[in-house]
């Protein structure tokens, strides 16, 4: 499994920016797929996740209710809708992908980064 993140860039406070990302391989619709992030000086953090079948997902307490996590498996996609973004969601973000519930041990694309002007 192959993974590529894209739609990085600069906002403004309370702005929106949706993150994709692009899997490849025949498989890529049975793994989980997560978000993560890490901020200048900051160890990695989660962000998000989403089920194989896109039914259930997971948001930490800094992202819930302002990210949502999605998937089109027809597309090999998975999305972090970001919205009311704050300055400390600065970060590089990151895609991860598992089929052992392990993200660490899973599958990573290189990060897009996020800047949050005040």
């Known amino acids: 499994v192959q993974l590529q993140a894209s739609g990085g860039g600069l906002v403004q406070a309370g702005g929106s920016l949706r993150l994709s990302c692009a899997g490849s391989g025949p498989t890529f619709g049975s793994y989980a797929v997560g978000w993560f992030r890490q901020a200048p000086g900051k160890e990695r953090e989660f962000v998000a996740a989403?089920?194989?079948?896109?039914?259930?997902?997971h948001y930490s307490d800094s992202s819930g209710g302002r990210f949502t996590i999605s998937r089109d498996n027809a597309k090999n996609m998975v999305y972090l809708q970001m919205n009311s973004l704050k300055p400390e969601d600065t970060a590089v973000y990151y895609c991860?992908?598992?089929?052992?519930?392990?993200?660490?041990?899973?599958?990573w694309g290189q990060g897009t980064l996020v800047t949050v002007s005040s």
């Open positions: 991860a992908a598992t089929a052992s519930g392990s993200f660490y041990s899973g599958y």
């Open positions: 989403i089920r194989w079948s896109g039914g259930t997902t």
